[in-house]
């Protein structure tokens, strides 16, 4: 059974950095793209960022291009989300999702983790 799970959520002062991480088990990572996404209060889920497989094969929302960076280590099933310059009052849950393929797109994703919430403070 494919499991997600993100940590590394946490208050951040405007401007400062978080890197998320994101543990999964029951499928073989290497096989999928790795997509997170972040839901606002009151907001749709959006797409963040996705990385494929190799992880030459990103993709970044234009809001988080130049602030954002994935990274994944295979070997320890694990995705990274390294995030930098965070807005104010720009509180969210970061989710990362396991997509059916290995590509770049994350486009279909088939299992998500709980969430990890990012608040900024103000």
């Known amino acids: 059974q494919l499991q997600l799970v993100e940590s590394g959520g946490g208050l951040v002062q405007p401007g400062g950095s978080l890197r998320l991480s994101c543990a999964a088990s029951?499928?073989?990572?290497?096989?999928?793209?790795i997509g997170w996404f972040r839901q606002a209060p009151g907001q749709e889920r959006e797409g963040v960022s996705c990385?494929?497989?190799?992880?030459?094969?990103?993709w970044y929302a234009d809001s988080v291009k130049g602030r954002f960076t994935n990274s994944r280590d295979n070997a320890q099933k694990s995705v990274y989300l390294q995030m930098n310059s965070l807005p104010p009052e720009d509180p969210a849950v970061y989710y990362c999702?396991?997509?059916?393929?290995?590509?770049?797109?994350?486009?279909?994703?088939?299992?998500w983790g709980p969430g990890t919430p990012v608040p900024v403070s103000s």
């Open positions: 999702a396991a997509d059916r393929s290995a590509s770049g797109s994350c486009a279909w994703p088939v299992a």
């Open positions: 029951g499928f073989a990572l290497d096989k999928k793209a």
């Open positions: 990385v494929g497989v190799p992880d030459v094969h990103q």
